[in-house]
Antibody, heavy 123, light 105 residues
Framework: QITLRESGPTLVKPTQTLTLTCTFS??????????VGWVRQPPGKALEWLAV???????RYNPSLRTRLTITKDTSKNLVVLTMTNMAPVDTATYYC???????????????WGQGTMVTVSS | EIVLTQSPGTLSLSPGERATLSCRAS???????LAWYQQKPGQAPRLLIF???SRATGVPDRFSGSGSGTDFTLTISRLEPEDFAVYYC??????FGGGTKVEIK
């Protein structure tokens, strides 16, 4: 069974750095074609892709947030960490991590998602 | 960066009716890289369609995807009560469309 779980602070102050951890099980991030990504969703709004890290340590970021994001992985511990600097109230959202697969039987999609973690940015 | 535009924003239909959702890309997208997700209130998104037309495991066959290039479509042949939700398209694990809400008329 594949599971992903997000963890991190529920409240951060403006200008602070957010650090979120995605802990997963049931797959390995050293398997070719596999990645883990982050997606967020402000209350009542659409999904926004943030970043993804692949099995080969390749990383992709949302261009509009590129300067604020860093994604890393620890394959031995089955976890992926996302940091976002200079947080502001507009960054208040539910943050999801999800497994990305680019090999059969699923191609180029997030096939399993965590339940999400709500982060509020407020002083 | 490829921008995905979904239409309509809201679709008001009755159970049993057919739903047709559109996703248009700002530049050509490989069909292999187009996915559709369903999201219900308070839940994480669920993968429905990958590779533009392949159903994910456990997805009923009333859901179908089609399209190529810049124009893609998600069709729900006969709406069931559990299908009323928000649907998003996405290209290659990156940008999402703005979503289409399918609501009960």
């Amino acid at each position: 069974q594949i599971t992903l779980r997000e963890s991190g602070p529920t409240l951060v102050k403006p200008t602070q750095t957010l650090t979120l951890t995605c802990t997963f099980s049931g797959f390995s991030l050293s398997t070719s074609g596999v990645g883990v990504g982050w997606v967020r969703q402000p209350p009542g709004k659409a999904l926004e892709w943030l970043a993804v890290i692949y099995w080969n340590d390749d990383k992709r970021y949302n261009p509009s947030l590129r300067t604020r994001l860093t994604i890393t992985k620890d394959t031995s511990k089955n976890l992926v960490v996302l940091t976002m600097t200079n947080m502001a109230p507009v960054d208040t959202a539910t943050y999801y991590c999800a497994r990305f697969v680019s090999a059969l039987p699923v191609v180029a999609a997030f096939d399993v998602w965590g339940q999400g973690t709500m982060v509020t940015v407020s002083s | 960066e490829i921008v995905l535009t979904q239409s309509p924003g809201t679709l008001s239909l009755s159970p049993g009716e057919r739903a047709t959702l559109s996703c248009r890309a700002s530049q050509s997208v490989s069909s292999s890289y187009l996915a559709w997700y369903q999201q219900k209130p308070g839940q994480a998104p669920r993968l429905l369609i990958f590779g533009a037309s392949s159903r994910a495991t456990g997805v009923p066959d009333r859901f179908s995807g089609s399209g190529s290039g810049t124009d893609f479509t998600l069709t729900i042949s006969r709406l069931e009560p559990e299908d009323f939700a928000v649907y998003y398209c996405q290209q290659y694990g990156s940008s999402f469309g703005g979503g289409t809400k399918v609501e009960i008329k």
